[in-house]
């Protein structure tokens, strides 16, 4: 019998993750979000005392499939190294009981990347092929394995400072790519690009957006520091903006947040969510401005991948 919660550790989610399509459980998230069957409250921040770091509480319910629950994220500071870890408790619609507390690093890294693909999924021109990527880490890793399921890419550009001096990260990613090519610049990856993904842990602009080619998707993550924007706030004025979800992304983007301060750009100006994305209730980019789409990470997508690995794991 299994016992309740189910607690998985970090090897335990890596073993179940292959089984899982997080592309599709996301789509069907946004889908579920988009028609009202799910709650996505904002995520909330907490200082601890006396500068001992903080933590960020990621909430979610998921009616359709019966599940609620939460992630919590801490950051806390130590001599050295911080300590980040992310935990995610999944709980039950019907019972009110916990059903799985997991380890959600990978888990977190992997709906990341899969809510970007389903952007480019839905925002990238027609007939894209030529891809760009600026980060050379997990993240950026896990990002081109889950944007190869949406385009057939004939060009892959990576850029990352300490990329050529280390002979181990270039190797992994020629097993990724075998024709993946490694720039000298964010400039030189980013020219002529039909889609840029940065996937970078900068809390500063790490592209210059005038580079960016006439119609082309920028997607932008988030990190620990406060306010961090991998694009400068000016951006928002040039392009046609979408996010993970309207309600809550613009309160916590930080470019978004600068750029709202500054009364240069509002969030009355989002184009789109992938909620509405996804039910076809916000038209799609047009014209030869640029796109930027940018995601925070919501609970839900936590909870929805939390869900699936409770459902392989169950159905051993």
Known sequence: MIKVPLTLDADAVAALLPRINMLEELRSLFSELGDGAAVQPPQSLTLLPEGQGDFITYLGALSGVGVFGAKLSPYLTQESKPIITAWTLLMSLETGKPLMLCD??????????????????????????????????????????HVQQVRDWQDIT???PNLASNPDIQAIWKGLSPDVRFAQSAAEAATGADAVLLCTSSGTPVLDWKTVAPGALVTSIST??????????????QAQVYCDYRATTPASAGEMVLAAGAGNWSAEEIKGDLAELACESC??????????????????????????????????
């Open 104 to 145: 959600a690093g990978q888990l977190t890294t992997e709906r990341t990347a899969a809510t970007t693909a389903l952007a480019v999924d839905y925002l990238v021109k027609a007939g894209a092929r030529r891809l760009a990527i600026i980060g050379s880490g997990p993240v950026a890793q896990a990002h081109l394995r």
């Open 283 to 316: 038209s799609r980019p047009e014209g030869s401005a640029p796109v930027f789409f940018r995601s925070i990470g919501q609970g839900l997508e936590d909870i929805a991948a939390a869900n699936a690995i409770y459902r392989c794991s169950t159905s051993e």
């Open 224 to 237: 620990n520091v406060a306010k961090a924007h991998e694009v400068a706030p000016e951006f928002l004025s």
């Open 158 to 160: 990576l850029f990352s």
